[in-house]
């Protein structure tokens, strides 16, 4: 009966640890996310004043990190590369859809957090946009998950 105790003992004390990762997850990716919106919104507001190639290319890369970031906060025991994989495919689907021609999507799209949310016309480099910021976000959550695991 002893040796049953401790082990419950060890599981809940797992649960606790896996439950405060989990959190402290969380939260970096709610820190990560409150930096790359600002700067995804400035890249569109002052792309005048950036060089050309961050201008034209760094809104929609910052836009499916973004992406990334919200499901992973939504998941946070999903695997990175899953993570990034749902990301690009939520935002090729949201290209894609530009394609689409309906009004009450069009009325959408024409309001600010429409065309923040939904975009405003198609293109297909944005495709290629979005990968290269799905890959980034993958490759930076594999780093930093691989460092905590080892400390």
């Known amino acids: 009966m002893k ?3 401790k082990m419950w003992r060890n599981c809940q004390s797992l649960e606790m640890t ?3 990762m989990i959190t ?21 507001k002052w792309g005048a004043d ?4 961050i201008a034209d290319n760094a809104g929609d890369a910052l836009w ?18 899953t993570v990034g994989c749902v990301a690009l495919a939520i935002s090729f689907g949201v290209e894609l ?5 309906v ?4 009325a959408l799209r024409k309001t600010l957090p429409g065309r923040l949310l939904l975009g405003a016309g198609f293109l297909w480099v ?11 976000a993958t490759i930076v959550d594999l780093v930093l998950r691989n460092r905590r695991e080892e400390s």
Do not use: E, H, K, M
């Not at 944005?126 to 980034?136: E, M």
């Open 3 to 5: 040796y049953l105790g």
């Open 18 to 20: 896996n439950l405060s």
């Open 24 to 44: 402290r997850r969380r939260v970096g990716l709610i820190a990560a996310l409150l930096v790359v919106i600002p700067l995804g919104l400035a890249s569109r």
């Open 50 to 53: 950036l060089p050309v190639f």
């Open 64 to 81: 499916t990190v973004a992406v990334y970031l919200t499901v992973a906060l939504c998941f946070p025991r999903w695997r990175s590369v």
């Open 97 to 101: 859809s530009q394609l689409i021609d």
């Open 103 to 106: 009004d009450w999507l069009n």
């Open 126 to 136: 944005d495709l290629v946009r979005y990968a290269v910021g799905a890959i980034a």
